[in-house]
């Protein structure tokens, strides 16, 4: 029996967007509670799919104990602030009170912050740096971390995510528990890290398509070799300006060549399927039509992959929004539209009302502008919402007031704080069924695949205006390192 100290602390940048993420936002609850202390963490963890609650089921089974210090995120957007890096960091510095015999963190690995090119590269580090060398310290991360040479050192395992979307989450936490449990018995595996040379689109990443599903059933298998302890993949966050941006391979063996030898392997299997890792956008009103000359009955799901918040996007753009209404798209809804304004005045005017509306475009403006004119006010919720979907499921989440808003043959859900339309009761609770309509349009880049692929006909990419640039080659990078290339078989990245 061992006491093992954990902690999290969550949060994906995207340098190129225009909010930062401040300790208030760590506070507040979103998709996950806010910061949580003490026991709070696995108590209000323990119906969701986090890495965490994993992790404390498995450790519970082996019979360890779980010594609770505190778990925090925040939706993605531009840097985490110096002040909330700081708090944080000291929170867990000092939690690690002993008696324990081991630590686990509960990271993503695209944290940067407005003093840190690497957040949890420092946060492993000063962990490091307190426990001394022989305590074990097991990091479960992310499938969009950016794995630093600093993360690798610092820590004795790093285990990540296999699914985009990330259905497997929870599941990632038993899987760092089971490595955790064997250095815990004496075992201490060699390790190797190999760097992909090119950045990875996130539509690219889906594990639901190839050829990324390819590359995680390779790297079980060479996991099922003898002398290989653990492989990770993680094809990283490209909108992250840093130096070490990127995939990486991550594999620990009973012995270096072991390591190696699986480091290798996936490596060389990702190298050579590089072309295929691009996934072709569509013009909205491409995609708009080919949804309203089809005969299907199921809906065209249209990927509005740009306007992501869960890639640090602010998710008012209008872009699809106004092609949907241009087009005369009809049975047709888009969301979810962050507008605290538009919902505030929805929830004024009540429902049955008509009212004149200048929607979106307000924290994006480099974009498009607002969306001006007369909607109905269809519905109104409070968006307190329990998620049912594959990924989100179980969850609570606040979006804050929200409203159903229509114009034409096009229907809006409006929200006042973001989350990716990962989930079909985004839209239930303002009574939509999404299977009903024959288009559905959705702010998110591969996790709405989870809950809504199996409902759709099919889904289309398309390339509308939003915080986050799904292809490289169009982000004007400065802290890169140079000779990346910028994309599947992209260009070299010139400093
Ligand atoms: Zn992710």
Redesign the pocket.
């Known amino acids: 029996m061992a006491i093992i100290a954990h902690a999290g602390f969550m949060h994906?940048t995207n340098t190129f967007a225009p909010m930062k993420a401040a300790w208030t936002d760590f506070l507040r609850s979103e998709s996950f509670p806010g910061l949580m202390l003490g026991a709070a963490v696995l108590e209000l963890l323990a119906e969701t799919n986090i890495a965490t609650r994993g992790f404390a089921e498995v450790a519970r089974a082996q019979g360890h104990e779980l010594k609770p210090i505190a778990w925090a995120s925040a939706v993605p957007s531009a840097h985490v602030t110096e002040d909330a890096f700081e708090r944080m960091s000291a929170i867990v510095l000092a939690g690690l009170q002993p008696p324990f015999d081991a630590v686990y963190l509960d990271l993503?690995g695209?944290m940067v912050t407005e003093h840190l090119e690497d957040g949890e590269g420092e946060l492993i580090s000063r962990v490091r740096r307190a426990i001394g060398p022989d305590i074990p310290l097991v990091v479960s991360l992310?499938?969009?971390?950016n794995t630093t040479a600093e993360m690798a050192a610092g820590a004795d395992g790093l285990i990540g995510?296999r699914t985009?979307p990330?259905v497997d989450m929870a599941d990632t936490g038993r899987r760092a528990a089971r490595y955790m449990d064997q250095l815990l018995s004496g075992a201490r595996p060699a390790k190797a890290r190999r760097v992909v040379p090119f950045l990875m689109p996130l539509t690219g990443q889906c594990t639901m398509l190839e050829p990324t599903a390819g590359v995680y059933r390779r790297l079980a298998a060479l996991e099922a070799e003898a002398g290989v302890a653990h492989v990770s993949f993680t094809p990283g966050?490209p909108p992250a300006d840093i130096h070490e941006c990127g995939p990486v391979v991550v594999a620990y063996g009973e012995d270096q060549a072991a390591a190696d030898r699986a480091a290798d392997a996936l490596f060389q299997y990702i190298m050579e399927r590089e072309g295929e890792f691009e996934v072709p956008f569509l013009a909205p009103a491409t995609a708009i039509a080919t949804a309203m000359t089809s005969n299907a009955t199921k809906p065209f799901v249209l990927a509005d992959v740009q306007d992501n918040c869960?890639a640090g996007a602010t998710s008012d753009t209008t872009g699809l929004l106004r092609a949907l209404v241009e087009e005369g798209a009809r049975d047709a809804v888009l969301g979810v539209l962050v507008d605290p304004q538009a919902a505030a005045a929805a929830h004024a005017a009540g429902e049955g009302a008509e009212i004149e509306l200048a929607v979106g475009g307000k924290r994006f403006t480099d974009g498009d502008p607002p969306f001006e004119g007369r909607f109905e006010v269809r519905r109104l919720g409070n968006g307190k919402i329990t998620c049912t979907g594959p990924m989100f499921g179980g969850s609570r989440i606040e979006l804050g007031p929200m409203a159903l808003l229509a114009i034409g043959g096009v229907e809006l859900v409006v929200s006042t704080h973001r989350m990716q339309a990962a989930d079909q009761e985004l839209f239930r609770h303002l009574g939509v069924e999404p299977s009903e309509r024959r288009i559905v349009g959705l702010k998110s880049s591969v996790?709405f695949r989870a809950d809504f692929q199996p409902i759709a006909e099919e889904v289309l990419v398309v390339e509308a205006a939003g915080a986050f640039v799904d292809q490289p080659a169009k982000l004007p990078y400065r802290n890169l390192r140079a000779d990346v290339r910028l994309g599947p078989n992209g260009v070299p990245h010139r400093p």
Do not use: C, Q, R
């Not at 992310?142 to 971390?145: A, E, K, V, W």
């Open positions: 994906e993503h695209a992310d499938l969009h971390s995510y985009y990330h966050f869960g996790h």
